[in-house]
Structure formats: structure tokens, C-alpha cells
């Protein structure tokens, strides 16, 4: 069982910058495939981020992006906080939504379906 705690949204002028972070519960966060996901009023969650799991003897992660954020968000995280990482700049007003940690015990994926863990989400309003 994995719980996933968002923070760091919030209201932001076009152009700016938030970071959001999740921190996971449970000692085996590395082994997770983690994602972000943002859902916008009236519209379906959508894929955003995600990053592998980290295996032993492995020195680095893959990183996946949706194409409407690639070169202005990065996700990231740190396994011995058991948190990982949103960073989002260049913010434009349609990336308003409420946004979503997810955790999976799998490889890594952009399908919001084969997530097996969620967050209750922040909030982040970007003003044109």
C-alpha cells in the first residue's frame, strides 16, 4: 500500500514558475513508477509526467513526457525522501488543473489506467 500526499500548487502569473511535490509513504518507494497526471473542469485526466522505477545496480531513470510540457516541465525524484518532483515553468493559462501524483508497481507508463496508486490532488491556476 502506497498513500501519496501532493503540495506546492497554487496561483501563478503566465510565465512563472510552481514546483510541486508528492511524498509517498512505505519503504519501497524506488520501486515505483511515478506519475503526474492533471484533470481541468469538464475535461478527462490527462498524462503529463512520469519517471521509472530505480533498480539496483542502475545508475539513472527515464523520464516521459507529454508533448504540451516537454522543455517546460521536469519531473524528478529523490528516493531517499520518498518524494518526487514536479518542476513546471514557462506556465501558460491551459495549464490550469487540478494535478495528480500516481504510483505504480510497474515500468513506466503515461496511461493513467495502469496507475495503481493516486493522490487527492493540488491545485494550480495560472492568470493570464
Known sequence: QVQLVESGGGLVQAG???RLSCAASGRTFSRYAMGWFRQAPGLEREFVAAISWVAIGWPGV?????DSVK????VSRDNAKNTV???MNSLKPEDTAVYYCAARDG????EYARYD???????VTVSS
Open 71 to 74: 522543455g517546460r516541465f521536469t
Open 85 to 87: 518532483y514536479l518542476q
Open 107 to 110: 515500468s513506466l507508463s503515461g
Open 62 to 66: 527515464s523520464t516521459l513526457y507529454a
Open 16 to 18: 512563472g514558475s510552481l
Open 117 to 123: 496508486y493516486w493522490g487527492q490532488g493540488t491545485q
